[in-house]
């Protein structure tokens, strides 16, 4: 007897079993996937006919504008990268960021509904704070902050300066692509 294409009975598995695990790291999955997927060709960043010096600062600054939004992902990555090149010499650091980043993925970013504690609910922009300022206390803690300042600047001075010497001609922006403004956070 086949039961293909059959539709189960019971609508959800009880909490805590490893079906509703795995349908949650598989919406983990998903939605950093659909994060990496915004994330434009490499190519296509460093394409070196699409590089030029700015007529002006007013240029520079349009292009770096166009470019950091175009970009916004492979500047996020190229960032932490450096950030994670940086640690390496501070492997506690470098640990203590790895459980940062999973507490702002899991309490922030990969969230569906909202935070409740004690059965109240928390705002996004609490949580925000929080996080904010728990990953500042822990850094601070692990004595690596000229560390981490100097690469976060490094970082920063590498997007300002790609951003102010590609080329925005051949980049197009529509309102989707550029993804929800800086203003608001989509709700899940």
């Known amino acids: 007897m086949t039961t293909y294409g059959t539709i189960p009975t019971s609508s959800f598995p009880a909490a805590g079993t490893p079906a509703v695990n795995l349908e949650y790291i598989s919406r983990a999955r998903e939605t ?5 997927g915004t994330c434009r060709p490499w190519r296509e960043m460093f394409d070196s006919h699409r ?3 700015p007529t ?3 240029d520079a600054a349009a292009r770096v504008g166009t470019n950091a939004a175009y970009f916004r992902m492979n500047y996020a990555v190229g960032v932490l990268a450096i950030l994670f090149l940086s640690l390496l010499w501070h492997p506690i650091s470098l640990v203590v960021l790895a459980a940062m980043m999973a507490a702002w993925l ?5 969230r569906d509904k909202p935070l409740a504690l004690f059965g109240r609910t928390v705002s996004d922009s609490v949580v925000l704070a929080a ?6 206390a822990v850094l ?3 004595n690596a902050v000229s560390n981490i300042v100097g690469a976060m600047l490094t970082g920063v001075a590498a997007v300002l ?3 102010a010497m590609r080329k925005t001609d051949d980049l197009s922006i529509d309102e989707e692509a550029a993804g929800p403004s800086s203003s608001s956070r989509s709700s899940y």
């Open 32 to 36: 950093i996937t659909a994060g990496l």
């Open 51 to 53: 590089f030029g010096i």
């Open 56 to 58: 002006s600062l007013a």
């Open 106 to 110: 899991f309490l922030y970013f990969l």
């Open 131 to 136: 996080l904010a300022a728990a990953t500042i």
């Open 140 to 142: 601070m803690l692990t």
């Open 161 to 163: 300066i790609h951003g």
